[in-house]
């Protein structure tokens, strides 16, 4: 059983910068691949990025590759995401998910509650 609890949301103007972090408890937090998704109002979950469980192989979205940086510390069981340019279209309510590396929902069986990230124009 893994529990995760993101931090680190708030209101940004386009152009900033923000960085996301999720503490996993439970001892196999470093078994699992860890990812970030959103979602914003009146549409679906959509994958943001993925890092495997020792941190050398991480995936993005084509919409934030190169903007979004992925990253953990097996020994804090933290996974965090770096968010740089920021753009309105980042707007979202941001999970973070703990499973089999992927890019699909349906992989990852342990979910957090969600942090808010707007981006202002």
């Known amino acids: 059983q893994v529990q995760l609890v993101e931090s680190g949301g708030g209101l940004v103007q386009a152009g900033g910068s923000l960085r996301l972090s999720c503490a996993a408890s439970?001892?196999?937090?470093?078994?699992?691949?860890m990812a970030w998704f959103r979602q914003a109002p009146g549409k679906e979950r959509e994958f943001v990025a993925t890092?495997?469980?020792?941190?050398?192989?991480?995936y993005y979205a084509d919409s934030v590759k190169g903007r979004f940086t992925i990253s953990r510390d097996n020994a804090k069981n933290t996974v965090n995401l770096q968010m740089n340019s920021l753009k309105p279209e980042d707007t979202a309510t941001y999970y973070c998910?703990?499973?089999?590396?992927?890019?699909?929902?349906?992989?990852?069986?342990?979910w957090g509650q969600g942090t808010q990230v707007t981006v202002s124009s």
């Open positions: 890092i495997n469980w020792s941190g050398g192989t991480t």
């Open positions: 998910a703990a499973g089999a590396f992927g890019t699909y929902s349906p992989n990852y069986h342990y």
């Open positions: 439970g001892r196999t937090f470093s078994s699992y691949a």
